[in-house]
């Protein structure tokens, strides 16, 4: 992308400000997940944050350092690239969430495989989540593909599409012109 995706502009809001906005009503508390080089970040570091304890590993470092630093309650994980995220992809994904299944995560409309990064991670799977870590797989899709995982269809099948280049950027929400499409969340996890 070339630029910080949690720092991209919608609607004169941050990304990052758009999902705190977006989650704070449905959870407990909302933190940012940050590399060390991160946390003195002046947008990032107007919320709670979590300081990712592993390095060069990928998004698991922030899942992991969340799951440990917390390890007691339930996780919603939820990307800071995806721009078409909305209220009722996060209300539907939090009521639907399973309580016998270490992970729940919804069914990439792209592919059929898990999106690991809007999915909750349940109290007691950071040992799962530890041990892959330990065996070398450090690609939060593999860990949700290898292990128990209740699997949702998306309300809306854009809803998790990611920004990853700049035409995925002026495909996205984020460039449309005019008020945004996605609505206030009035619920969060």
Not at 25 to 40: G, I, L, T
Not at 43 to 66: K, T
Not at 149 to 172: C, G, K, W
Request: aromatic share 6%; hydrophobic share 35%.
């Amino acid at each position: 992308m070339g630029q910080d995706k949690a720092l991209l502009v919608r609607n004169g809001q941050s990304q990052l400000q758009y999902l705190m906005d977006l989650l704070e009503p449905s959870v407990e508390r909302v933190f940012v997940s940050a590399r060390q080089d991160q946390q003195d970040d002046e947008e990032r570091g107007r919320y709670a944050q979590i300081i990712d304890r592993y390095e060069n590993i990928g998004p698991v470092a922030g899942i992991l350092s969340a799951l440990e630093e917390y390890p007691e309650v339930d996780w919603l994980i939820v990307a800071c690239d995806l721009p078409n995220i909305d209220a009722e992809t996060v209300r539907y994904l939090l009521e639907q969430r399973s309580s016998e299944h270490p992970f729940t995560a919804y069914t990439s409309s792209h592919d059929g495989l898990p999106e690991p990064l809007c999915a909750v991670y349940r109290c007691g799977c950071v040992d799962i989540v530890r041990q892959f870590v330990a065996d070398g797989i450090n690609c939060p899709r593999k860990i949700l593909l290898r292990s128990d995982t209740y699997l949702l269809e998306q309300p809306d099948s854009r809803a998790l599409d990611n920004v990853n280049t700049p035409e995925d950027l002026r495909e996205s929400v984020l460039s449309a012109s005019g008020p945004s499409r996605l609505p206030r969340s009035t619920t969060s996890s």
